[in-house]
């Protein structure tokens, strides 16, 4: 599994997902359809499938287009206000591209129907991957608009939280140095916060310059441990 991790509008990420075998990919929260479109094109892989983690516009306003400009493609999600959705999923669904599984979570709190991809590959060593959406960044979430603080605590310590400690986070938005500098205003002596923001800051500069990554080395990225 190949993952493409694309910086897009103020400060989210579309990520393009490839399944190395077959050169399948999915798209997981499209905002920007041409560029998507272009970066599949030179990859030399056939899109298939959009996964939405939920309804807000910077992850699904580039949904009519694409399926415009790309007949025929599957649009998935769990909620009914996505726009252009072709499939809703439920809770604990799985899907499968070629080798990459794909196990759906649903974590209502920043919205009632925000579903998280979980991804993985059998007989494969690159540990399992999470789409989070805006329901899991860097050292912090996405505010609750829908659902109630105990949901979301659900979502993020039952759903989420169980996931092996090795996972691949890949989150919707860049707010890596913001939440971790919030965290140390207000945790002052936690190391662990402290350790985090320097390793954040010395790969701030970097996160604008590197949209593209291969595998699990990259700035967008974090483990659930
Ligand atoms: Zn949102």
Not at 31 to 57: D, F, N, Q, Y
Not at 188 to 196: E, G, I, Q, S
């Amino acid at each position: 599994m190949k993952v493409k991790v694309i910086s897009v509008l103020e400060d989210n990420y579309m990520y393009l997902i490839i399944e190395e075998h077959t050169r399948e990919a999915v798209a997981v929260d499209v905002a920007v359809p041409k560029r998507l479109l272009e970066i599949a094109g030179r990859e030399g892989v056939s899109l298939t499938t959009v996964l939405t983690t939920h309804h807000h516009w910077d992850h699904t306003r580039g949904n009519a287009e694409l399926v415009h400009l790309q007949p025929g493609l599957a649009v998935m999600g769990a909620d009914e206000r996505i726009c252009a959705l072709t499939r809703r999923l439920a809770h604990g669904e799985e899907l499968q591209f070629g080798a990459i599984h794909v196990r759906c979570l649903l974590t209502p709190g920043h919205t009632s129907g925000h579903m998280c991809y979980f991804l993985w590959e059998d007989e494969c060593p690159d540990p399992p991957a999470l789409f989070s959406g805006d329901a899991l960044s860097v050292a912090g979430c996405g505010w609750h608009l829908e659902d109630t603080a105990q949901q979301m605590y659900q979502s993020l310590t039952k759903t989420l939280g169980t996931l092996p400690p090795q996972t691949k986070v890949f989150c919707g938005h860049e707010h890596t140095l913001s939440n971790l500098e919030f965290a140390q205003k207000v945790e002052p002596c936690n190391n662990h916060v402290r350790a985090k923001l320097s390793w954040a800051q010395v790969r701030g500069t970097m996160m604008t310059y590197l949209p593209c990554l291969r595998h699990w080395a990259r700035s967008s990225c974090t483990t659930l441990s």
